[in-house]
């Protein structure tokens, strides 16, 4: 063998261990890439845990529709919501959809909220607590009207 072809020899081995060096980078890259996208699907997994992707159910009242799902609506078994969408009586909506309660809607997303949510979430200064303890009368919504109710003063002891 003469030096000439050893020379070639090394060349190709030194060009196949750079090319494989190269390529095994790569896939070290691609690799990260991936587990790093595998821990954002997985972030986004554990967020839609609380997630429940139910019926979706359109509701009228008083003229404004709102879309909710059935979980919130039956989500205080003792309202007249849950009494409503459980299945116990013929319910059925409008021809366009939706489910109508001649109510006035101007409140009805604090019921809806509270319902999504189990709290109670007013505006700084809200001005229309008794129109909405009227409401959550009607909708027999009790943490409403317990959230509502004025609160004893503490009394401090020295």
């Known amino acids: 063998m003469s030096i000439d072809g050893d020379q070639k020899r090394n060349q190709v081995f030194t060009d196949a261990k750079n090319y494989i060096k190269q390529a095994s980078e790569m896939l070290q890259r691609?690799?990260?890439?991936?587990?790093?996208?595998?821990?954002?699907?997985?972030?986004?997994?554990?967020?839609?845990?609380?997630?429940?992707?139910?019926?979706?159910?359109?509701?009228?009242?008083?003229?404004?529709?709102?879309?909710?799902?059935?979980?919130?609506?039956?989500?205080?078994?003792?309202?007249?919501?849950?009494?409503?969408?459980?299945?116990?009586?013929?319910?059925?909506?409008?021809?366009?959809?939706a489910?109508?309660?001649?109510?006035?809607?101007?409140?009805?997303?604090?019921?809806?909220?509270?319902?999504?949510?189990?709290?109670l979430t007013l505006p700084v200064g809200a001005t229309f607590l008794d129109d909405l303890a009227e409401e959550a009368e009607f909708y027999q919504i009790q943490g409403i009207l317990e959230d509502l109710k004025p609160k004893a003063p503490k009394n401090f002891e020295d």
């Open 30 to 97: 691609e690799a990260a890439r991936l587990r790093h996208k595998q821990e954002a699907i997985d972030a986004m997994s554990k967020k839609l845990e609380h997630v429940h992707f139910t019926s979706t159910i359109q509701l009228n009242v008083g003229g404004h529709r709102f879309t909710t799902s059935l979980q919130t609506l039956t989500k205080d078994p003792n309202s007249m919501l849950a009494a409503m969408f459980s299945g116990k009586f013929e319910m059925k909506p409008s021809d366009d959809g």
């Open 99 to 119: 489910f109508f309660i001649d109510r006035d809607e101007t409140h009805f997303r604090f019921i809806l909220n509270y319902l999504r949510t189990g709290k």
